[in-house]
């Protein structure tokens, strides 16, 4: 039996193990599925050998919504896997099995007798750690497996499933385009990729049709049935929480425990999952995983720590990892319904160099009183605090940098002091999060 990942730093068996992998190919992201491939073949399949599979890919929403289904899935008491990334904190968080977090001994055997059939050869750290994850599902008994892609889609390493039950595609827009393509039709291409021939998909809330078009064109040559969102199936808020409605049912629910009005779309969108599924979610089901439902570092209210005890009496403080244009609009929405109480908003922001800072600012701007910028600790690749400043006030922000987070709350709350008690957002990147949550405990 599997045991579930003690809440303490990961052991330095594990670490040696992770260090190796991450040694096995020059290139961080190489997106091919030869080398998975080979490697699942020496392993004997496993990704033959797992439960039934929810497949989902997106440019935002993608995790949350696998919170939301994980969340239902688990309200209605059936065991479920889950696989997504990045982690936040500790590797760990990658791989849930039947409802815990792996443990270290038992990581580090499944990634140690990985290792050993690879044999040395190339291989990029999430393709061998994605093969570990198909290891250890194959051997532990669920009803269901939630998989999350890591980039893209078509060429990404867990596209090696032949016939997932359910293909869920979230909400697209630009990112990763040294890798996807520069266009809205080259992203949605490749996220469509986990679409297979005869198996349903199901599609999100899009902010552009050419969208909708390339997911309908990609089923229709695949004989794939696709479900769309406003046409086949929707999810809006009401007063007391949001209303879905398919063609066969029409709920009435609850407000979902994660904060913002894009998850009522997420929340649709594995709502929508649920008649797919071969196992029974019902409607109570669906209730208690919408107040149940967690999913850090999305607009997660940070209460205790030395973070927050750093914030003057009556302050909150905000932790968000949205890191591209489409993150920056609906952080901008929920900027503007939090300003209607007439309380400023602070930011803390750090964004990785791969990253567009300006298409993430401007929508923000008009809702932020100050915003003092940061490096993301241990990150290469992170935008200097400096420059992040200097992306901030061209977008239209009153910024400064600052040495690290903690300075850079430290300052805003000296500067707001004397105010009317204020929000604080720290947000930027899902690595700048994981530092914070790391550090604030």
């Not at 209730?287 to 909150?316: M, N, S």
């Not at 109480?341 to 932020?368: C, E, I, N």
Request: proline share 7%; glycine share 10%.
């Amino acid at each position: 039996m599997i045991k579930a990942a003690p809440l303490v730093p990961s052991s330095p068996r594990l670490e040696a193990a992770l260090d190796r992998m991450r040694q096995l190919h020059p290139v961080v992201i190489d997106l091919s599925l030869g080398r998975i491939e080979r490697l699942l073949a020496r392993l004997g399949h496993p990704e033959r050998r797992l439960p039934p599979t929810v497949h989902v890919a997106g440019t935002n929403g993608k995790g949350s919504t696998v919170a939301f289904l994980r969340a239902f899935a688990e309200a209605a008491g059936h065991r479920t896997h889950v696989y997504t990334s990045p982690h936040l904190v500790r590797f760990n968080e990658r791989i849930r099995l039947a409802g815990s977090l792996i443990g270290d001994d038992d990581l580090a055997d499944i990634l140690e007798e990985v290792e050993r059939a690879n044999d040395g050869d190339p291989i990029t750290f999430f393709e061998v750690t994605t093969a570990a994850a198909f290891l250890a599902f194959s051997r532990v008994p669920a009803d269901l497996l939630i998989l999350e892609v890591g980039l893209g889609g078509r060429l990404d390493a867990t596209n090696v499933i032949d016939a997932p039950v359910v293909s869920l595609l979230t909400r697209i827009s630009l990112d990763h385009i040294q890798f996807l393509g520069p266009t809205l039709t080259d992203i949605a291409g490749e996220k469509a990729g986990i679409v297979k021939a005869g198996r349903p998909a199901i599609a999100g809330r899009q902010a552009d049709p050419v969208v909708e078009q390339v997911f309908a064109d990609r089923a229709a040559a695949l004989g794939a049935p696709l479900s769309l969102h406003g046409r086949d199936w929707s999810v809006t808020a009401t007063d007391t929480g949001l209303r879905f409605q398919d063609a066969v049912r029409r709920l009435d629910l609850p407000p979902p425990a994660l904060i913002g009005a894009h998850q009522i779309d997420n929340a649709g969108l594995a709502i929508a999952a649920t008649a797919h599924l071969p196992l029974v979610i019902g409607e109570q089901a669906i209730r208690v995983g919408l107040a149940r439902v967690e999913w850090p570092a999305r607009l997660q209210r940070l209460l205790r720590g030395p973070l927050p005890d750093l914030l003057p009496p009556g302050w909150d403080l905000f932790l968000d990892g949205g890191h591209n244009d489409s993150a920056g609009e609906v952080l901008a929405r929920q900027l503007a319904a939090w300003g209607a109480d007439g309380r400023p908003l602070d930011m803390v922001f750090g964004m990785l160099g791969s990253k567009r800072p300006l298409d993430f600012l401007r929508p923000l701007a008009p809702h932020v009183r100050r915003l003092r910028a940061v490096a993301i600790p241990g990150e290469a690749n992170s935008v200097t605090a400096d420059d992040a400043a200097a992306f901030a006030r061209e977008a239209g922000m009153q910024a400064g940098s600052a040495g690290d987070v903690a300075g850079a709350v430290a300052d805003l709350a000296r500067l707001g002091r004397d105010g009317a008690p204020a929000r604080l957002l720290i947000c930027g990147s899902l690595y700048l999060a994981g530092t914070v949550l790391a550090h604030n405990g």
